[in-house]
């Protein structure tokens, strides 16, 4: 998963990018990067490191990013090399000038595109679909902003793209609306970006979420021109609620931490009759469906494990001893709240399911009777190929496993996955009800039906 | 605040301090250091440096750090300064060979001695008290351990002292037990530190808290003594449970969340027949005393707030103007949650205000009614000299206002701090009613009493 | 100006690149980096930086270059960005797999094949002319060995160039063999670099310089082809041996330092009759040919200004007033050999002469009595397209004034420039009589014309 | 070996002592330091590191050390450790409040020193002869003036110190002279350092060297005092012209230059008769005895071996094999220049023989058909106690092994060592007719006579 954020129309654009990536780090924290242009001298920087936002962009490197219009990236690798190479954004020299490009997603067909783009003399310098986008866009006749739907509808796969040329800042969003992007206005300048609390921290104003297909050119504070590219069914990504987005983001018009209270109440309701003392979060990523749980099932809400936030996700212990010590350095149990209670224990998702077995097992060492594990998202059964960093099928444990299965591996006494419908109940914007099953959101890592039409 | 950690008799000394240290980050991130010896070749290495535990050890520096002894420490510099000189562990080459030290808290009669010290031939390397107590130690005739007592009994003031020299780990807790000191097991090695997590998380057992005034001497796990070299009332350190301490470590055998948890419960006596919508806390300091308050208050629990943990707080924005953002970029508004809401919001203490001023202006412009503030500490009226970094009397807005003013002044309906009684009645080990007011726990910042006779 | 080294069939093929880029380090401070393969798994590792060899080949990042075959660059940036995106050696992939190129050298027709490229659906990453070549060579049919002379006979201009593609090494030197190519032996690998001592000081045997317009195949161990793809007069750059290669390497069979010394003895017999106590060198340039000066003419030679090493080029002073002592820090003056003498003063070339004018300066505030500036150099008067960093013709001070005034524009009693003949007369391999005035070397910055027929 | 640079009465005092730490860096590169004063508002400013002095002085660590005096020290380590505690200046805390310490020597009586100072009372905080002093100044009464040539008289030793106490400073030369100090004027400030070059090349004047045993006092700009606080034999060091200091700098009104040429001419008369075609530096440090040498024998001087600077001293290869390659690499043969010669190669000292014994191998695998190795200091029979880095006894081969044997050895046809008192006759001041055979000049690590009175 990536995040995207683009400004026009501001002198302080490369600062305020960087302030839209500083709160769209959950998004990813291998590597960051801005591109920033000078618009009247038509000067671009760039400066692009591996590392999460504040440790790229140390002052001086950000006080040299002069420009009135700017793009920023901070990206987590799915798949592909995790370098400074494909750090975005990139910047290509072409036959429509300097384009700056930056893109959140995956293009599906990505390995048929590149065998044919090199078959007839394209050469890469990023191991990234990002630039075989770009090499697209030239292999159209007409100026950047006609080659750019000719290019697209070719694609296939999810992207939310922010291109600049000269002054003109342009965002793009898939045609089924799978990636986001949110357009926003700050003063005399608009800002494209992944959510929209980065619009909203900045003290802008959130305008709307791209429709899924929608081109929008915006040149010097103006909208110049709007349209829908390729219209096909919306879907846009469930996971984003379950687990991506920040829960002060809105995703079509709910804040994410409302699905996520709504899904937990749904899980209360599935396990209705639950014996239980207390429900209780794996901080933070469970912390409000367990609220949601707690309100809805009448069970204690507490805070039995804390998080310690000193210890960085990218920290490296030295030796394999420590690396094993590690998940227990992040969660500090609270003794009292587990002895001899029977918990609801609430996280989003289980995928490989080694992190929930630890955390079970530091549950029992503390006392537990009983540990119930419920989960905010289903079981995931097919890989992500729109930009999510999932396992393969085969690493995938609930394909290979049933409830009780599972629950015997991670050492609880059970185990609850929210069900598709129940967690589609929860979100904004669905459509179940009238275009079938996952009406208006695409749930593939869920159901293996993948919205562009691919055969896994 | 500083944090220290000693372990003996392991030749993975160093790693153990270096993951001791990531336990007790929260203690102190301006500076950590580490020294180890290697005894049988009578090798000492040490390394310090500015920042953070896992910034300033990368793997290369504690690789170098060989011994089967060592002593770490963290830093948040109280008064003096932030700077590599002062980093500890500090080591000395005196008579008694080379004696390595760290210092949790702060010599009250400090600058009395320094004079009388420098008067008589005394050199200082170091701007820090911790400096003095070696030279105190140096100037008593006998051998290390019979010149110890004899030396701090000239000391006013709260420390927790790990000095290491040779194979032998001495440990010493103040007169009165102001400042915490653990002793640990982990296989057949001891353990010294401040918090009881620092030992847990490592898989050791906490064997106890040093008495007040206990000097304890560990030589290749076993203990060779301890005793208690000068005995006062005990007046252990009240603020580390409403604000420092882990919430999953054990203060006299309690976990500090459930003592956050029981002041919350004792503001919602306090605060009853308040009309709320939502209990809320201010993330992550208020946490357990909004938990406590929701549940004794029968008022709805809330995460109305979200922080964002990808910002470091040592974190520098370039501008005036992006600094001024950064209390926002901090926490993020869940809207659905505050807007037309009655909140009661639960926070640790106001020292300042600023802070509280920002998040209840958040909470209003995201559409609350009526903003409560809850604090789970009583007003801090007097500066603390045992090591704990309050602001002077002046600026100390509870010196200068009554509940109303404050409330304008942040912008609140209401502000109502914890009584003194009743944070005592919350936490363990209390003996209130023996000994009067603060009967075993320092409140002096709450009091302006001075366990250690200090005239203000 | 740059350097290239590249190795094949060798286990520690970074390594011994990063030993050869060490004594290249001569050719380009800006910026360094070496492309490695493992060709067995087919894994290709980059490591480039900006800053000098061994600042950017820390030994951790020198021990992830795995693999048999590796080339590396050092580069001076001629005109366009010095910048890490422009840091050589370039990959691409593309049909002909993962091709690794480093070009020492400059494209002369560089913005009308990028023109024409860009038209027809190119986009560049790099701001480089050598990603120009690698798209020309994608536009030739057949594989890269096929391709490559195709494309190369559209080039105008001056290249060494070594591609890697799997375990084959390729060299080529340009048709008039303006830019330099060596052919070494190393056991049973093979060596492809700028200059003789890069194979030399790894203990390897230099087989040939390759001649111009030839293509080389190397193979494990094995030369597989070698044949000259385009023939044309042969124009090798004559400033290597004024200025850029070290004393030690040999063009044509001779040591630079044996061709300095005849251009000093060239200068002595152009200055017959000159009256001076002493033959000094500006260190370390003009060491070999005021040593052939001071032999010619019987001059006594001193050392009478000292370089000091410890002050790097690179370095930045941080204030403008500082900056200006810093021609006075480098070069220490020994007063004693200075005051009172009549003295010849030999450098290697005059192109701004600001240089020059501090250290007349210098030696007349020591008392010199008189300085006669020696070049070894002829005028600059015409800008180098071929990959030297010459300024523009406004900027050349030879083109403005005669010897007369540029002796009064920087202080000097007189100002000697070598006569074109008596330079040429001074290196091997000179074929002027057969073939006229400049032959066999090209001597454009000297004369205006350019071998590869350019009209500037 | 040391240098130290001081500077009052300048608000640009830190970056003066910048630049004067540059011009001094040969004399160390392990570690730099400068401390500043504002001496308005009594603010010290540290800065110190590992590395060279413009590794260690980045731009923003220099603009931070504000104040009107500075003092600064670039550090060999003789003996002891090389790390960062025991980089100077030293700041010290005491009854003469803040007095900044930077030494130049090493105390020959220190072990003792330092128990008597422990056993009654002292720590230590560095592992440096330094800090001792400091201590032996506080056990005296009165203030800084006067308790320090109290204390001076109880080292035996070498020392050039200067002291920083408020806007005061005071420079300090051992009773013998052995180490040297500066008195240099800027404008209206004074400056203390090690060489006059230091001074010269800021644009200043140099006053005088210090006196053996001269005490100075300055303050704001004016001499205060002067004065010998101890008269003992003049005995300065010799070693530093043979090898430390700059060429350009003086010592006795002699620039280094041409002693070192005077000591070649001595070589050239003790050589007299010798068959060789050229005679040859080894760069760097050979090369004014070799001019000298090649002037007084009529023998031709050839630059036969060029220094490669791009490679620094501090590098760290990365396996075993490229560090045999080193020597190598820092020096390129010109072999015309050396091939079927006879050679008289000239360098400064032989210590251990290994450097010397790769040299020679390399000419004679050029080609060379004799090489005579002719040295510019007599035979190091003695460790050094004053401040220079030599071997202990064993370790130096002079002492087993007579001429025939280390030619033998080192692969050389013959080795000649100059006499002492042809060394001495080379330099200035000196007195040996009138004291003897050493007389002015301390040439103990030659003779094993030690002018402190020290027995070995």
Known sequence: MCGVFGVENNKDAANIVFQGLLSLQHRGQESAGIISSDTKNNITRVHRGMGNVSYVFKPEYLAGLNGDIAVGHVRYATGGKSSLENTQPFWFDCKHGRVILAHNGNIANDKQLAFMLQKTGAIFAHSSDSEHIMHMIERE??????ALPKALKKLNGAYALILLQGSKMIGVRDPHGIRSLVLGKLGKS??????TIAVELLGGKVIKELAPGEIITIQKGKIKKSYIFDKKDKAVCVFEQVYFSMPASRVQGQ?????RMAMGAQLAR??????????MPVPDSGMFAALGFAKESGIDFEQGLVRNHYMGRSFIMPTQELREHLVKMKLFPIKTSIMGKKIVLVDDSLVRGTTSKKIVKLLKDCGAKEVHLALSAPKVISPCFYGIDTPTKKELMSTRMNE??????????????IKINNMLAAVAGNEQNKKGKCGGYCAACFTGKYPTGLKV
């Open 270 to 279: 599935q396990m209705k009759g639950i014996k239980a003392d207390i429900a």
């Open 141 to 146: 006749k007409g100026d950047l902003e006609t």
């Open 404 to 417: 009780k299965d599972i629950a015997e591996f991670i050492g609880a006494e059970s185990v609850t996955f």
């Open 190 to 195: 608009y800002i494209l970006t992944s959510e």
């Open 255 to 259: 804040e994410v931490a409302v699905s």
